[in-house]
Structures are given as C-alpha cells and as structure tokens.
C-alpha cells in the first residue's frame, strides 16, 4: 500500500530531524538551518540572531524528582520557548537542557528582547511533580549573524561563550557576544 509506504517515510523523516522528547528540531537540523542563515547573510544585508539557552536550577529537578520528572520539564520548557518567538522562528533543543533559537531578518537589538522574553517566561514556570513545586531559570546568549560571520560554528561558539558570561552574571540574564567580545 503505497499511502502506507508514504506515511512511515514522512515518520522517519521527521524522526531524523526532531528531538523524540521536546519534539522540536535536533541539533542536525538546527546545524541545517544555521547554515542556510549564514549563506543568506553572506550574500546579502539580511542579519540574523542565534539564541542559546541553558536551563538554570534544572540538575535539581532531575537529582530530586527524578528523570521523568526532568522529561516533562523539559516538554514545558519547549513549549514555552515556542510560544517566546515569532511564528517563523526556529527554536531547537540541542540536547540535555540546552536550546537554541534562529531569528530570522532579526537585529541584534531586538534579538536581546526576546531572550530577555525566554528567560521571563521560563522563570515564570511553576512545575509541580509528586505535590512539589520547582522553579527554574534560564541563561541566554545571542550572537549576531552578520555577512562577516565565519562560520555556523563560530555563531555557535559565540552564543555559548555569550551564555556562560550570563551564568556568570548571575543567570537569568541575557548576554550578546559583541558585549562579551569588546570587553
């Protein structure tokens, strides 16, 4: 049966490009779409932001409540950093407790306000597991996608470097690279 056939392959594609938990894109398609940002920047005046987002106080849950309850989190937080975005913005979880997000057409600027909108939200959940309350938090870094930008690798690695200057900020901030990288 050839709609049969048709629906397993459209299974195992979406398999191959989505996290099974979170079911937002994986890192290999993330890695996709970071690449096809970079070109479109290169060739042209379009800027684009990459967002990284590692989950503050999340070990905890997981130490405490257990995987399951570190699992259903994580679905929350997914959700949650889905609905911080714009429609056509890419939020991907790279694995563990860290995300990422591809902003499109998106100044700098304006890339700041929504990781500053991702840590509010993602602070403002309440998860409750087995009659007890967890609060967490998130860090994001930003890095620009610019014509000049080297590779998706080095976007990536600024976004991360970016991240852990939040974390050392106290987390629960946002921090871009160029204010990292001029410092």
Request: hydrophobic share 40%.
């Amino acid at each position: 049966d050839i709609s049969q056939s048709r629906a397993l392959q459209r299974e195992l594609a979406h398999s191959a490009n989505h996290d099974p938990l979170t079911d937002l894109p994986n890192r290999a398609a993330f890695d996709r779409a970071l690449n096809l940002a970079l070109a479109s920047a290169e060739g042209g005046n379009r800027r684009h932001c990459l967002l990284y987002i590692d989950l503050d106080r999340f070990k905890p849950v997981n130490d405490t409540a257990g995987h399951a309850a570190g699992d259903a989190l994580l679905k929350q937080v997914a959700e949650t950093i889905r609905g911080a975005c714009r429609g056509h913005d890419l939020a991907a979880r790279l694995g563990g407790d860290e995300f990422a997000v591809l902003l499109e057409d998106c100044p700098l600027a304006n890339g700041k306000l929504v990781g500053q909108k991702i840590v509010r939200a993602i602070g403002a959940l309440i998860f409750s597991w087995n009659g007890r309350d967890y609060r967490i938090g998130a860090s994001v870094g930003v890095a620009a996608i610019l014509p000049k930008t080297q590779s998706p690798a080095t976007s990536l690695s600024e976004a991360d470097a970016a991240c852990y200057a939040a974390k050392g900020q106290g987390r629960g901030c946002v921090v871009a690279y160029s204010e990292i990288a001029e410092a």
